[in-house]
T-cell receptor
Framework: QKEVEQNSGPLSVPEGAIASLNCTYS??????FFWYRQYSGKSPELIMS????GDKEDGRFTAQLNKASQYVSLLIRDSQPSDSATYLC?????????????FGKGTKLSVKP | KAGVTQTPRYLIKTRGQQVTLSCSPI?????VSWYQQTPGQGLQFLFE???????NKGNFPGRFSGRQFSNSRSEMNVSTLELGDSALYLC????????????FGDGTRLSIL
């Protein structure tokens, strides 16, 4: 059973701080990794994708991937109250019959003003 | 560019009825996936369609079925509705099943009375 694990939280950080969200996955052949943000009552919104080991930065967001450790993380710098949401980690294989996304259950982030 | 469009946004049904949900993918996207989201189970993969063929299927009973038309629009059908089918049903599209991320529609909120 392929699994994606996230700490459910809630993770509470003060405004302006760095929020660190973590995710581990069980399937070593996973090749594509995504972070989605989901506000309450809304659908998931893609914020970052990463495919190679290392860091990928996009504005205040940095995704980090370590395939040897089967670990993906998302850092949010200068956190804002508008970042308060549930963050979903998703993993996707490519090729064969396993092209679907496998989601973690999400980490709820609360940014306090 | 228009996003993924799901209709209807809300549905109320009673046990034993059946329901059909519709999804129009982003223009040019040929892969459509369906997910069920509940508070307890998170986002769970239902099935994926590509070029009118089901390429991948999650672990759901046969009451859940789908199809895709030549214009890539997809429908999902649930027969003999059960109380446990109450959920947010999300459709996501992508260009193919490779490295590209999936983009979600706003979802259909299904409530079973």
């Amino acid at each position: 059973q392929k699994e994606v694990e996230q700490n459910s939280g809630p993770l509470s950080v003060p405004e302006g701080a760095i929020a660190s969200l973590n995710c581990t996955y069980s399937d070593r052949v996973s090749q594509s990794f995504f972070w989605y943000r989901q506000y309450s009552g809304k659908s998931p919104e893609l914020i970052m994708s990463i495919y190679s080991n290392g860091d990928k930065e996009d504005g205040r967001f940095t995704a980090q991937l370590n395939k040897a450790s089967q670990y993906v993380s998302l850092l949010i710098r200068d956190s804002q109250p508008s970042d308060s949401a549930t963050y979903l980690c998703a993993v996707r294989n490519y090729g064969g019959s396993q092209g679907n996304l496998i989601f973690g259950k999400g980490t709820k982030l609360s940014v306090k003003p | 560019k228009a996003g993924v469009t799901q209709t209807p946004r809300y549905l109320i049904k009673t046990r034993g009825q059946q329901v059909t949900l519709s999804c129009s993918p982003i223009s040019g996207h040929r892969s459509v996936s369906w997910y069920q989201q509940t508070p307890g189970q998170g986002l769970q993969f239902l099935f994926e369609y590509f070029s009118e063929t089901q390429r991948n299927k999650g672990n759901f009973p046969g009451r859940f079925s789908g199809r895709q038309f030549s214009n890539s629009r997809s429908e999902m059908n649930v027969s003999t509705l059960e109380l446990g089918d109450s959920a947010l049903y999300l459709c996501a599209s992508t260009t193919d099943r490779g490295y590209q991320p999936q983009h979600f529609g706003d979802g259909t909120r299904l409530s079973i009375l």
